[in-house]
Structure formats: structure tokens, C-alpha cells
């Protein structure tokens, strides 16, 4: 046929059909969408920053700009809920982009919250001795520079730094203000896509150790690579069921309850296969997040390598969002299919929690001995998740809240212990520090105490609701297996304690370094949270009860 008729073709067709509408402006709900949008305008505001102004004022307008922007969106999330949307106004923003609900608000604040006490310990600039006149910081004074190369040097000397850390951590906290929010599988590998490469970037820039830091970073992304593959893949098999990537259209399908079939799409839609194989993909890709067994083979290597702050924020923050996406998923797109995905989530929970707790008890170092216990506690979360009642969506909330200040705080520990070669992170150097620096040494015991789960710390009440939903969720066997785990973690939390205050200072040990308010703020918010969470949780429950319903 000639190019002429096809042409031909073309135009009576298009005049056959009826004239073509104006295409509709996108309705957006800026105020709604403020916290991610303050945070992410604060990013691009740190991008200009390292472009214009002069190396020396650099530091000092990153954290201003940093804390203040994320000062800003903590209030209008809390101005969100005041007014409303976590309750009663909860609905579905930016087109079906993006859910306002209760949930969402509590882990947007619970994510700012972590992220602040992250710049707290990123702005950290005490630690180290002075280098040429010039205080220093965590980070590798020129990121691009081979480790112990002269260029390497020459950046050392002439006191350079990375400032940039600041605004990738603010991208990483906009991509996870939207991961527990976004209402479309799309939005969410947005999201995802954009909180993990700033971390892949944060985890390679550690300024002792560079290459253990490098190596942690190539991990980190290849596995993390395959991770969002198999995420996106799920997506497009869901997409390929249910003919929309949008939840409330999933769930319709999944329901029966769809109205209106694209007869182009008619042939595969509610095809059982596509379903639970893209369920089983993306499902993998949020556990793989949150470091649940069999996807945990990164979180050792990525938590011991990556600079300590990094790390503290990642393991706190990243958990909150990858476990608000997933409750999102399980309980708005697939509560039709919970005789499938729950038995699944039996095991995964079960091999999390013992697994975690077992190989923790092995460990030397104490960022890897912390990494696995950041494991067991994805097990424990898990519990709560399989409950599939309100209470195990408010107690997972609770948890996840508890959690983040308690690891941010227990990490700012690690960092003010160090030898000659940086932060001394073998448990065999921690021996006798109560005698040598008691009041770090019972800071840093509350935390452990909480990991334990031991009562009036945070760590217990969250366990304690947690628990206690699974087994009114009818998961009694999981509450057994859970309580095990917390014995054999508890095990290896006393042994630190005991290896701290009951054993002799070595001569040679390390020393405990004075840390600059920044981190001393950080600490101590950890400590009072932990307490006051153990002593008085029932506000903070009720909260949590409230902020728990999710918008369909």
C-alpha cells in the first residue's frame, strides 16, 4: 500500500470519529502533597547550593537548608492531621497518585522525624582530630578521588569536603515520604527508584575505610538493581491482570467488582497466574527493602561498610517506608487474596525472625551484630502485618516509630567510639567501656535493652502490640516462634552489656570521643523516646489506632 493511501486512510478515519475533546489539566492538591514537595524543593535548593556558593560557606547552608526544610514538612504533616485528612478527610490525592490517610501521615512524620536526627549525625564534625587545621566529618573529602591516591591527599589538605551528602539525603527522604503514600504501582517504583540511588551514593563516600565503603556500595546497587527488576516486573504482570496499575482498580479486579473491561485487555484480565506472579515480584521487592529473609544477604555487608550516619538513617528510615508500602499493598490491593499471601508471609516471618536473632549471636562487629538484629526485627513487624486487622496495621506503626529513634541512636553511639584507624567497631574494643565512659556505656545498654524487648523501653510496648495482634489475627504459633526469637536476640544484647561494664578496659582500647550538640541531641532523643514510649506508650498507641485505616 502507498505511503499516499495510508495517509488517505489516516484521515478519513480521523474525521470519521467524533472531534477530540480538550485534554484536561491535571488536578493537583499542592497543600495535600506539601511535606514530600517542601522536601524535595529543599534537594534542589542544596543542588544550587554546591554550585554557588563558595567552598567554605557550603557546610553551614546545607544544614540550614536541610533542617529547616525538613523542620517545615514535620509541620504540615502535622497540619495535615490536625486538619483532618489522617481521619475523617483522608482521600486520594494527585490524580490516584497518591493516598493522604492516617497511615501515610504517621510514617511521613515518623520519616522526618528519623530524617532530621540523620542530619543531626551527618553534620557531625568533632569526632575526628583535626587535619590540617580543618574539622572533619564522616564523608571522604573528594568522592571522586581513588582511595589513598595524592589526589585524595591534596583534597585532605586543602580541607575539602562532601557536602553533597545533604542533598541526596533529602532526595532519598522525598522518595520515602511518597513510598508509603503512592496509590499506583507506578508512583511507587518512582519512589522507590528515588530514595535508593541517593543511598547507593551516601553508602560509597565514607572517609575511613574508603574501599569497604566503596565495596558496600556496588553491593548495595547491584542487588538493589535486581530488587527494583523483579519489582518491575511484578508490576507489569499486575498491570497485565488487571488491565490498570492503579490499587483501587486491583482490587476491584481481584474483588469481581469491576465494571467497565478494555476489550483490548479482556483476554488476559483477571488471569490467576499473572496475579499471583506479579504479586510474588513485587511483594519480593518491598521485603528485600525492609531486609527480610532470603532477601537480607546485603544488609551485613551494606550496614558494616556504609559510613556509620548513613547507615543509622537507612536502617531506621528505609524500614519505615518499605513497611508502609507493603502494608499499603497487602491491605488495600490484595485483602482478596489473603489465603494466598498469608502463608507465605508465615515463613518469610518465621526464617526472618530466627534467622536474624541465630547469626547475630555469632557476630564480632558490632555494626553487623546490629545489622542482623535489624533483621529479627523485620520478623517481628512482620507479625504485626499478618494479623490483617486494624490493630495490626496501629501496632506496625507503633513499632516502626519506636524502631527508627532507637536504631538512629544506637548507630550515633558506634560513631563516638574510635581508635587511631576511625570508629572501633570490633566488640573486642568495647570491652570495659562502662568503666572508662559509663554514661555512653548505659546510654548505648537502654538501647540494647530496647532492641531486647525488655519492659519500660519502647522495644517491649511495640513488641507487646505487635504480639498481641498476631495472636487475635489468629497467628498464636508466630507469637511462640516471635517470643523464642527474643530470647536468643536477648542473648547476644546482654552479652554486649556484660562485655561493657563487667569486663577489664583494655590499655590499649579505644577512646570515647566528646561529640559537638548535634549528635548529643540525637542521642539523647533517642533515649528519652525510648523511655517515654516504655513508660507511657498509650498516647502514642491511640495515635497509632487512629492514624491506622487506610483510604480505598
Known amino acids: 500500500m502507498s505511503a499516499s493511501a495510508v495517509h488517505s486512510l489516516w484521515t478519513t478515519a480521523a474525521t470519521a470519529a467524533e472531534p477530540i475533546s480538550k485534554i484536561d ?8 502533597l506539601s511535606p514530600t514537595l517542601i522536601v524535595l524543593g529543599a534537594a534542589v535548593v542544596g543542588v544550587l547550593v554546591e554550585a554557588f556558593v563558595p567552598r567554605k560557606s557550603r557546610y553551614y547552608a546545607q544544614v540550614f537548608v536541610a533542617v529547616v526544610a525538613l523542620a517545615a514538612a514535620f509541620s504540615a504533616v502535622v497540619a495535615l492531621a490536625a486538619g483532618g485528612y489522617g481521619t475523617t478527610k483522608a482521600h486520594i490525592a494527585a490524580m490516584g497518585a497518591i493516598a493522604v490517610d492516617g497511615p501515610a501521615l504517621f510514617l511521613q512524620g515518623t520519616i522526618l522525624l528519623a530524617g532530621i536526627l540523620g542530619v ?4 557531625e564534625r568533632r569526632l575526628d582530630p583535626e587535619v590540617h587545621g580543618n574539622r572533619v566529618d564522616s564523608f571522604a573529602a573528594q568522592a571522586a578521588s581513588v582511595p589513598g591516591s595524592d589526589s ?19 532526595f532519598a527522604i522525598s522518595g520515602m515520604l511518597v513510598f508509603p503514600a503512592a496509590n499506583d504501582l507506578l508512583t511507587l517504583f518512582v519512589a522507590l527508584e528515588v530514595f535508593s540511588l541517593p543511598l547507593y551514593l551516601l553508602c560509597a563516600v565514607a572517609r575511613r575505610k574508603r574501599l569497604m565503603s566503596q565495596e558496600a556500595a556496588v553491593k548495595y546497587f547491584l542487588l538493589g538493581a535486581f530488587a527494583s527488576a523483579f519489582t518491575l516486573f511484578g508490576i507489569a504482570l499486575l498491570y497485565g491482570y488487571a488491565g490498570s496499575v492503579s490499587y483501587t482498580t486491583i482490587a ?3 474483588d469481581g467488582t469491576v465494571t467497565n473491561v478494555d476489550p483490548a485487555l479482556a483476554g488476559t484480565m483477571g488471569n490467576d497466574v499473572l496475579l499471583l506472579m506479579g504479586m510474588a515480584l513485587v511483594v519480593m521487592g518491598l521485603l528485600f527493602k525492609v531486609g527480610a529473609v532470603p532477601f537480607h544477604m546485603w544488609t551485613p555487608d551494606v550496614y558494616q561498610g556504609a559510613p556509620t550516619p548513613v547507615t543509622g538513617f537507612m536502617a531506621a528510615a528505609t524500614k519505615v517506608a518499605a513497611f508502609g508500602a507493603l502494608l499499603r499493598l497487602l491491605y488495600v490491593v490484595l485483602p482478596g487474596m489473603r489465603w494466598d499471601w498469608r502463608p507465605v508471609m508465615w515463613a518469610v516471618a518465621i526464617v526472618t525472625m530466627l534467622g536474624g536473632a541465630i547469626v547475630a549471636i555469632t557476630q564480632t562487629d558490632i555494626k553487623r551484630l546490629l545489622a542482623y538484629s535489624s533483621i529479627a526485627h523485620a520478623g517481628f513487624i512482620l507479625a504485626g502485618v499478618i494479623a490483617t486487622s486494624p490493630d495490626g496495621v496501629s501496632s506496625v506503626l507503633f513499632y516502626l516509630g519506636a524502631y527508627s ?7 550515633a553511639v558506634v560513631t563516638l567510639v574510635r581508635d587511631a584507624g576511625g570508629e572501633a567497631t570490633h566488640l573486642s574494643k568495647w570491652a570495659g567501656l562502662g568503666r572508662r565512659s559509663p554514661l555512653v556505656a548505659a546510654v548505648f545498654a537502654v538501647f540494647l535493652l530496647a532492641f531486647a524487648g525488655i ?10 502490640a505487635v504480639f498481641k495482634a498476631a495472636a487475635e489475627g489468629g497467628a498464636g504459633a508466630l507469637v511462640v516462634v516471635g517470643v523464642i526469637s527474643s530470647a536468643i536476640a536477648a542473648f547476644f544484647y546482654i552479652r554486649v552489656i556484660v562485655l561493657m561494664f563487667f569486663s577489664e578496659p583494655k590499655p590499649e582500647g579505644p577512646t570515647v570521643a566528646v561529640p559537638s550538640p548535634l549528635t548529643t541531641t540525637a542521642i539523647a532523643v533517642g ?3 525510648t523511655l517515654v514510649l516504655g513508660v507511657a506508650p498509650q498516647y502514642f498507641l491511640n495515635l497509632a489506632s487512629q492514624a491506622g485505616v487506610f483510604v480505598r
Do not use: M, R
Not at 489539566?25 to 495535600?32: L, S
Not at 519492659?455 to 507487646?464: D, E, N, V, Y
Open 152 to 170: 585524595e591527599k591534596a583534597a585532605v589538605k586543602a580541607g575539602f569536603t562532601t557536602t553533597e551528602v545533604f542533598p541526596l539525603l533529602l
Open 455 to 464: 519492659p519500660l523501653t519502647s522495644g517491649f510496648a511495640g513488641k507487646f
Open 25 to 32: 489539566a491535571p488536578k493537583i492538591e499542592y497543600g495535600q
Open 527 to 529: 533515649v528519652a523516646v
Open 252 to 254: 476491584h479486579v481481584v
Open 120 to 123: 543531626f549525625t551527618f553534620a
Open 405 to 411: 529513634f532507637v536504631t538512629i541512636g544506637a548507630f
